[in-house]
């Protein structure tokens, strides 16, 4: 068959959380005969209040391994897929899945074991109902011994799977190890696979599945009804969904992105919508100057003070290696003159903060070092901004004017993105004014 005309499509957990979401994606993948290959995410929230399965699962496996008895959780997790099995009346029955699980669990085989089980399950009930091939992602996703993602060798096997399956179902979030066990992705990585299977299926499209109608310009938690994006590069993309904008895992653009794949984010249940394209260039359009706002909070500086620290050669370097060798990564640089700050995730500081502080004495001998915490580091990103005039003044001035007082301020190099650091009660304040100040 001419591959040419193949599109992945990527289904999150909200858009397969009951039986009837399950019928607006079959809909979806039957109303388009190139959506040959389906990546699907485990049940998520039907309603607010609503468990994930993937949260059960690990609830399950953390009773487990501390000896405590898990059949409540357990018992939910099958209600969930029994009663969308039940009124789908498919020909399927999971009962030797649940007993090889629950044996695994009794047995603390491994806590991404438990978790993949989610998307397993899912990935067969979808496979079922839609007439597709089922493929094991554990057949087909490889990890290195060091717990990275083997994308070559994942590429060469999947692409010749894939050869014998005319469609199938894949199922998100997991791969193997060297050894054979079960591996998961970050939380949200079924988003990664989707992206996996269209780079090995040679797909013209990756089409990923959500409950937005598109990249939006800003959380719609914080924003109410921000504008949706129609076009974003993606390096944008990559910037927004790093900083914060969830609505896919910030590495899923990788694969698609070596082999020129456009990833399309639709709303399951609005699938008129046009949603968002995701392309590797596409020329500044002079309409809007900024294309998303997105942040995070629980970030720490140290800052460092020295007087001529400029004049000091290797100062920056002694610094960041004190860093480096307590094996944690920094986000941010923010200098000046005589001082120089770093920025970090408070969490992955937490266990080194006093040794950080010390070695850093001990190597650059500053006047004076503090660390500040309770930040939270908001990102303007945009392609436009590079030729528009003013963009930092009028971030400052919507900020200033909402009463925020702004802790750091970074213009990446590339010109396509300003870092703003604000007080983490201000977080979303912050958001708000500077949306308010480029929605046009
Ligand atoms: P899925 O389960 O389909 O993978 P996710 O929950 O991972 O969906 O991602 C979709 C969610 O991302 C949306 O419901 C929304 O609340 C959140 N979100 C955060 N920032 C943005 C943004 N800029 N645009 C759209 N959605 C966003
Ligand atoms: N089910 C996994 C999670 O909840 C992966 C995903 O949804 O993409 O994180
Ligand atoms: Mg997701």
């Keep these: 068959m001419d591959n040419n005309t193949v599109k992945t499509v990527k289904f999150g957990g909200s858009s397969l959380a009951n039986a009837e979401q399950f019928r607006k994606v079959y809909k979806i993948v039957t109303s388009d005969p190139d959506r040959r290959y389906v990546v699907p995410s485990a049940p998520g929230k039907r309603f607010k209040e609503d468990a994930k399965v993937t949260d059960l699962l690990y609830a399950c496996y953390d009773r487990a391994s501390g000896g405590e008895p898990f059949g ?77 993602f083997d994308s070559e060798r994942t590429n060469e096997v999947l692409s010749s799977v894939l050869k014998r399956h005319d469609r199938a179902v894949i199922p998100g979030f997991y791969g193997s190890m060297p050894n054979d066990t079960i591996k998961t992705f970050s939380r949200g990585g079924s988003d990664i696979t989707g992206s996996i299977v269209a780079r090995a299926s040679l797909s013209v499209l990756y089409e990923n599945w959500t409950d937005v109608s ?47 794949i456009p990833i399309n ?138 009463g925020i007082n702004i802790r750091m301020i970074d213009q990446g190099s590339s010109e396509m993105n300003v870092i703003l650091g604000v007080d983490e009660s201000d977080f979303e304040k912050a958001v708000r004014a500077i949306y308010r100040e480029f929605e046009e």
Excluded: W
């Design 72 to 148: 409540e959780a357990f018992a939910q997790i099958r209600e969930r897929y029994d009663g969308i099995i039940k009124e789908l009346s498919l020909p399927l029955s999971l009962e030797e899945d649940y007993a090889e699980i629950e044996s695994a669990l009794i047995h603390k085989i491994g806590r991404d074991y438990a978790a993949s089980r989610g998307e397993y399950l899912n990935g067969k009930i979808l496979a079922k109902y839609l007439g597709y091939d089922f493929i094991d992602a554990a057949d087909i996703i490889f990890f290195r011994e060091d717990g990275s």
């Design 265 to 402: 984010i639709r709303n399951t249940n609005q699938p008129e919508e046009e949603g968002t394209m995701i392309v590797s260039l596409c020329p500044p359009d002079g309409k809007s100057v900024i294309t998303g706002i997105a942040g995070k909070r629980g970030f720490s500086v140290i800052n460092i003070e020295k007087d001529m620290m400029n004049q000091e050669r290797g100062f920056g370097r002694r610094v960041l290696q004190v860093i480096e060798n307590s094996g944690i990564c920094f986000e941010h640089l923010p200098s000046g003159i005589d001082t120089m700050s770093v920025v970090i995730n408070t969490a992955d500081l937490a266990p080194y903060r006093d040794m950080v502080i010390n070695n850093i004495c001990t190597a650059v001998d500053p006047d004076a070092i503090s660390i500040e915490d309770d930040l939270a580091l908001v990102a303007i990103v945009g392609r436009n901004m590079v030729n528009a005039k003013g963009t930092a003044a009028r971030i400052l001035k919507a900020a200033a004017e909402a």
């Design 214 to 260: 598109g990249f939006l310009m800003a959380d719609p938690r914080i924003v109410d009804h921000p504008k949706s994006i129609r076009t974003i590069t993606y390096r944008e993309l990559r910037e927004l969904s790093y900083m914060g904008a969830t609505v896919l895992h910030e590495e899923a653009i990788f694969p698609v992105r070596i082999a020129g």
